[in-house]
């Protein structure tokens, strides 16, 4: 099995690539090794010393260091973990379906034709473009022409995630939605 690994822009966070499929479909956000209980793959990324975030993608792994550690010395061991379990014959994940699993949108019921147009163009021009770099984009809700997205994997504390949804995201969906007045990133 080859692992490749690629750089994100967010420095705490390395991409790595398996070369088969990780989800499928779908991605899975674990910030700590308690939320990781559906996943062996997340469970045992965890129990890497210095690993302190872990995001599943259709076909990635992003994993996030504590910022005393050195990738020089963290890439092998998380490679090592993700070629373990990947040979082990071990789920990525047990019991769910591999979809989001965060908390639910909030919208009014008014809004319901604004916030299909939001998501088909987070879906077909945004999430594309941040899953290259290891992360994902969630549509969170929309309230009098605030569009509210949260950041997940290497996305999550990327110091360019600000300049990337204010000056890329929020103008995208502006021209395309003229009922947006802003776009705000949520926890």
């Given at each position: 099995?080859?692992i490749?690994?690629?750089?994100?822009?967010?420095?705490a966070?390395?991409?790595f690539?398996?070369g088969?499929?990780?989800l499928?479909?779908?991605?899975?956000?674990?910030?700590?090794?308690?939320?990781?209980?559906s996943?062996?793959?997340?469970?045992?990324l965890?129990?890497v010393?210095?690993?302190?975030d872990v995001?599943l993608g259709?076909?990635?792994v992003t994993v996030?260091?504590?910022?005393?550690?050195?990738?020089?010395?963290?890439?092998?061991i998380?490679?090592?973990a993700?070629m373990?379990?990947?040979?082990s014959?071990?789920?990525?994940?047990?019991?769910?379906?591999?979809t989001?699993?965060?908390e639910?949108?909030?919208?009014?019921?008014e809004?319901?034709?604004?916030?299909?147009?939001?998501?088909e163009l987070l879906?077909?021009?945004v999430?594309?473009?941040?899953?290259?770099?290891?992360?994902?984009?969630?549509?969170?809700?929309?309230?009098?022409?605030?569009?509210?997205?949260?950041?997940r994997?290497?996305?999550?504390?990327?110091?360019?995630s600000?300049?990337?949804?204010?000056m890329?995201?929020?103008?995208?969906?502006?021209?395309?939605?003229?009922?947006?007045?802003?776009?705000?990133a949520?926890a």
């Open positions: 099995m080859f490749q690994t690629e750089a994100t822009p967010n420095p966070t390395l991409k690539l398996p088969r499929p990780v499928g479909r779908g991605s899975v956000h674990y910030a700590s090794a308690e939320e990781a209980v996943s062996p793959l997340a469970q045992r965890f129990g010393a210095g690993v302190t995001f259709d076909d990635f996030t260091k504590a910022g005393t550690e050195e990738w020089s010395v963290l890439k092998s998380v490679m090592a993700l373990d379990h990947f040979l014959g071990l789920p990525v994940l047990q019991d769910i379906d591999g989001d699993m965060d639910d949108e909030e919208f009014a019921e809004d319901a034709g604004i916030v299909q147009q939001i998501k879906d077909m021009r999430r594309p473009a941040v899953a290259q770099d290891g992360g994902d984009i969630v549509f969170r809700g929309f309230d009098k022409g605030v569009v509210y997205l949260k950041m994997g290497s996305c999550a504390g990327c110091p360019s600000t300049a990337t949804l204010k890329g995201i929020e103008n995208m969906l502006k021209h395309y939605v003229p009922e947006i007045t802003e776009v705000r949520v």
